[in-house]
């Protein structure tokens, strides 16, 4: 249908062709403490950080920190917390009721507290969205500084679903008061490790 | 009605007026501070003005490249060059999947193509999940601003919507509260959706893939809820590699709310297994606008909203008020681009004060062309007779150095002893809501000619 059409008028239409730049990474560099940056940003965006301790065990702080958490979507990666086995075949609807969901993190973006989870870390994709509080795992020497340094890290990746989660769900629709929990998970801790 | 005639009438409710103004200000003021915090910041706005500039140069090709890539990955492509094909393409996926409940994610090419009613005609139900896009579904409105979907909207009146929609009990509009009953319907509705539509914020040529940026969650709960997922795009979406994303995901956020990052920023490269992923590509006037070389780089804007907040014309007159999709600065040069007499009176919305420019991430002279598109008016529509009189009188003083003098000089004088009722009377504008400034007996010119002679 449109394909042709569009294809043509935007070869009749368009200015000659301009250049595309490198980017020069310089300007961005910084001497930043990455960790400090990362945990002040979490907070900044609404998250929660937990540092756990060398004597700390992961599944005792997280049920501390969510008691009420009976429908629990663990993660073989990092702890056997979980409660409801899921698998490519859980229909999202059969997760309408989790409490609680634990997902590793592959790595940090210092400025602006984000962190990158794909399809390969959690095998539903609507996990992260529809648990009603969500725990994200990271391994805290695995920050970058800034998001052109994350993307080189995910350019090698297998390509299917992945994002840059940063915070619990959030709106200011209804008259700029910011409230925590919209459509997404209710609250988000990063447990550092 | 003109611009200057729905702003009139948004002006009725000063207190409102005056909210609206203060608070737009106030993410204006946010906008600022994330920004400053950014090492490189005016770099960054260069490179994507930049990288917008080779994609309108080269976006045939582009659009080409994505669209193998994408194919190769399992995503279905559509192209669409109106409005009217677009909701055709998006009607059969639906009629072929029997889809007959959809969640909807904002997306304001859908409302520029008004697929809602479209669908709604078909007997489709269609839920807007985006809580400021609820809202004004619920009300019967069309968004306010491109971000801040109900910002004209006040606590209260959500109170009284979501009584009557979805049965809350009267909370003197709590927005926790009302926050969260949206949410327990929402949830329902994206659990029994038979598909979900969503828009698409950067469409990257170099992989096929799309990513969607919301803080709600809404797009990801309706896309990864449904059996099928319909994203819909204009062909000006597209950036070239995906490390460019680094560059547009840093200026977008922060530019719209002062957030460094939307909570969520999805990158969709391939359908889940056993379902569905399509994309429709649409052109509907983006081509014509494309010819405009004088227009061209409003295809650079990335729907940050940036321009609303900053633009004193906008805060004070309401989304509502520009009577287009895309309010503001930005919709006052792309809407007189697709109906030249509906929209003539917004490029003259304006100021012409420049804010937009200086806060726009992907430096649109935005004012420039707003200038440029009221050259193109004043030849091509019929202009008011009082307006056309009284700029022909303005040009006669203006180029004459007495009549200039005399005018300034009655001027003057009229403002220090004509009677208040005079003044401030319906035929100067510039009395109603703000006291005149104090008058000195000297103009400029007289003033630094005596300073001069005293310094000697």
Redesign the interface.
Known sequence: ???E???K?????????????E??LE????EVNLLDTFKS?VE??GGTIQELKKNENLTTEINKRYPKAKKIVGNSQTSDIGTIPIS?ETE??QL?NIDLAIIKGEFG?A????IWISEQDFP???LP??TNDLVIVLEKENLCL???D???KI?GRE???????????????????L?I?????MSLTVVLI | MSHSEKAAVFNKNEAKVNWHDK?LW??REKRDNAAHG???WE?LRE?AS??K??V?????DY??EFEANALA?GIKV?????AE?HNQ?VSKILEDKKAKKVVKSKSMLTEECHLNPYLENKGIEVVD????EY?VQIAKESPSHIV????H???EE?DELFQEHLGTTPSN?N??Y???EA?KH??KK??QADAAITGVNFAIAE?G?IVVCT????A??GS??APVHIACMG?EKII?K??H???F??LLARSA?G????????????P??GREMHIV?V?NGR??Q??R?DF?ASLHCIRCGACMNTCPIYRRSGGHSYDATIPGPIGSILSPGKDLTKHSSLPFASTLCGSCSNVCPVKINIHEQLYSWRQIITKDVKQPLVKKTILKIAGVVLSNRTLYNIGGKSARFMLKYAPRFMVYSKLNAWGKARELPEVKNQNFDDWYKEKRKNNG
């Open positions: 249908m449109g394909r059409a569009i294809l008028s935007i070869k009749q239409n368009k200015p000659a062709l301009l250049p595309l730049h980017i020069n300007a961005f560099s910084e940003n900044l965006v490519k999202p609807h309408e973006v400025e602006n507290g984000a539903i994709r609507v969205f529809i800034h998001l052109h994350a993307y080189k350019a390509r299917s679903f992945g994002l840059f989660i940063s915070g619990p769900s959030k709106t200011a629709d209804i008259e700029q008061c409230v929990g919209a459509q997404g998970a | 608070a106030y993410v950014v090492k490189g770099y490179l930049g990288i500039a080779n309108l140069s080269n976006l045939d659009l080409i990955n559509h192209w669409a060059s109106s094909e393409i999940t985006d809580l400021g809202i801040l979907p109900a910002i909207k006040t606590k959500v509009g927005p926790e009302l926050t969260n949410r929402l949830r994206f659990l992989t893939g803080n709600e969650g809404n990801d709960m990864h809820s062909i070239p995906e490390e994303l680094g560059i995901l840093r709310t957030q460094p990052i939307t909570t969520y920023s999805s990158h969709f490269n391939k889940t297994e590509i052109d081509t014509e494309l010819s070389e061209r």
